[in-house]
């Protein structure tokens, strides 16, 4: 018999309706996984809707195998007259009138006025894009309520919260716990974390992921943008959020509940598991793409606490999405031009922070109560680091 919330063996022979998926970010790390994802279920998903940022060569390869109606290319050109060009295909993709999913796999700030585009037209937004409501939080949240769209986290810690509370709906939360690798650099000192070069942070120990999300995950900088977006996601205070280093990148999150009891959820790190979960939230269907979680193989799990003062950005974060109106985005803002830098080789590890820091304490107080006024801070904080470096 099939659990509660599952679909049983008989799934394939029932009439599931075909969904339509539209993926933002389809040449990246979390698009082709998805697309391996997608290639498994043809019978439950058809892909209408890709746009990339610049891998013209992938994407034309994408589109010859799946034929979609609309194909978007943000930068770069295409002999192909057909693609949309510029920034404005991701919203146009967003709304495609075939999507009923749209997987916001978007890198940085950018990803943003394509969810709210998405959620305002009623769809449901898979979204590994975590700067769409570090920016604009309470603007995404309106947008849902607005149009009626559903947002189902991608990022494996929140799916895994998601995961805890199926069922518990309606239980009282007391804590969230977010479970973080630890990074490339983890018990580095500092003295060790100023000579830390490029190819040392791209060094992740667990997860397979593109540059700036990699760079991310060795300042800690991507668990900061993960306490925000569960603070929005789930209606959780920041004091009931707290983060711990798992170095096997095993248990994706905890809830705790007020009575005690906490949930895990644990699976092996592939980001397949939580793109699949997005997909076909709150059922679950059939899958043999990522190996079997063993625990008998499984290394044993171990955790540690943050070490904040080698690692000040997660501090940085959750400060800026306690002080909230524009900070978060200044936050935001500032450390992907400061991790743009870094990986030019133009300023050093331990300069990240300092740059987010110093872009703070300059603009953190501004307003962020429109697109118009996050938009401004978040274009303020990126000139502020780059005139901060001679840049």
């Not at 805890?164 to 018990?187: E, K, M």
């Not at 791209?202 to 990699?214: A, D, E, Q, V």
């Not at 170095?247 to 644990?266: K, M, T, W």
């Not at 997909?279 to 290394?299: K, S, Y």
């Amino acid at each position: 018999m099939s659990s509660a919330g599952s679909e049983g063996p008989s799934a394939k022979s029932m009439n599931v309706p075909m969904k339509g998926v539209a993926i933002l970010g389809s040449t990246g790390s979390i698009g082709t996984a998805a697309l391996r994802v997608l290639g498994r279920h043809p019978d439950r998903f058809r892909v209408v809707a890709l746009t990339a940022y610049e891998n013209v060569a992938l994407l034309a390869e994408q589109v010859a195998e799946l034929s979609p109606s609309f194909v978007g290319l943000v930068a770069g050109t295409s002999s192909d007259a057909r693609w949309r060009n510029g920034p404005p295909c991701l919203t146009e993709a967003a709304i495609h009138p075939d999507a009923d999913i749209v997987l916001n796999a978007v890198v940085g700030a950018a990803g943003l006025q394509a969810t709210l585009a998405a959620l305002r037209a009623g769809k449901r937004v898979a979204l590994a894009n975590k700067e769409s409501l570090v920016v604009g939080g309470p603007l995404v949240l309106d947008a849902r309520r607005a149009g009626g769209g559903e947002l189902v986290p991608v990022d494996s810690e929140h799916s895994a919260i998601l995961q805890c509370l199926a069922g518990c709906a309606h239980v009282p939360v007391r804590r969230i716990i977010l479970t973080a690798s630890g990074g490339p650099f983890r018990g580095w000192s500092q003295a060790q974390l100023a000579k830390a070069s490029v190819s040392d942070a791209l060094r992740h120990p667990t997860w397979s992921m593109g540059r700036k999300i990699t760079i991310d995950s060795a300042t800690l900088a991507n668990k900061a943008l993960e306490v925000i977006e569960a603070h929005y996601l789930f209606g959780v205070p920041y004091d009931a959020i707290d983060v711990v280093v798992h170095p096997q990148s095993l248990v994706h999150s905890f809830v705790e509940f007020v009575d005690g009891s906490v949930v895990a959820q644990i699976g092996i790190p592939s980001m397949e598991l939580p793109i699949l979960y997005a997909l076909t939230h709150p059922n679950r269907i059939e899958d043999q793409g990522v190996p079997r979680f063993d625990p008998v193989a499984a290394q044993a799990m171990t955790y540690e606490a943050v070490d904040h003062e080698a690692f000040p950005t997660l501090g940085l974060g959750i400060a800026a999405g306690r002080q909230g109106g524009a900070a978060p985005a200044v936050f935001n803002a500032a450390n992907e031009q400061a991790v743009a830098l870094f990986l030019e080789q133009r300023l050093t590890f331990p300069d990240i922070p300092r740059a987010i820091s110093s872009a703070l304490d300059a603009i953190g107080d501004t307003a962020g109560d429109s697109i118009e006024a996050l938009l401004d801070a978040d274009a303020r904080a990126r000139r502020h680091v780059l005139e901060m470096f001679a840049c």
